[in-house]
C-alpha cells in the first residue's frame, strides 16, 4: 500500500520530502554547533573565575525586579483608605473636573 502511494504522489513528493529531511538535519546540526560554542564560551567564563575572585552563588535568588519589596512606593492609583487630610484639594480637583466649563 505504501509503494502504491509513492507512486501516485510521484517524483514531487519524493524530493520535497528529501529536502524536509534534509532541512531537518541542517537545522539539528546548527543548533548542536550553536550549543557546543555556548558551553565552550560557559567553560572560559568558568575558567577566569578565580582570575576575578568570583564564587559560585548556592542560593536561588530571584530574577523579579525589587523580589523583596511587597508592594511598589510609588503609583498612579488612590486607595482611598490612605489618602490622609487634603480632602478640600480632592474636592477642588472634582469640580474642576466635573464642571460643565472647561476650556
Do not use: W
Not at 34 to 54: Q, T
Not at 73 to 88: V, W
Amino acid at each position: 500500500m505504501q509503494q502504491r502511494l509513492l507512486i501516485q504522489r510521484g517524483i514531487v513528493y519524493r524530493v520535497r520530502a528529501f529536502f524536509f529531511n534534509l532541512n531537518q538535519l541542517r537545522f539539528r546540526i546548527r543548533i548542536v554547533h550553536k550549543v557546543k560554542d555556548i558551553r565552550r564560551r560557559l567553560d572560559v567564563i568558568a575558567a577566569n573565575r578565580s582570575n576575578f575572585h568570583l564564587s559560585p552563588i548556592t542560593k536561588s535568588v530571584d530574577a523579579r525586579v525589587g523580589g523583596d519589596r511587597r508592594s511598589i512606593e510609588t503609583s498612579s492609583l488612590i486607595r482611598l483608605s490612605k489618602t490622609y487630610g487634603r480632602d478640600a484639594e480632592m474636592g477642588m480637583i472634582t469640580k474642576k473636573i466635573c464642571s460643565k466649563d472647561v476650556m
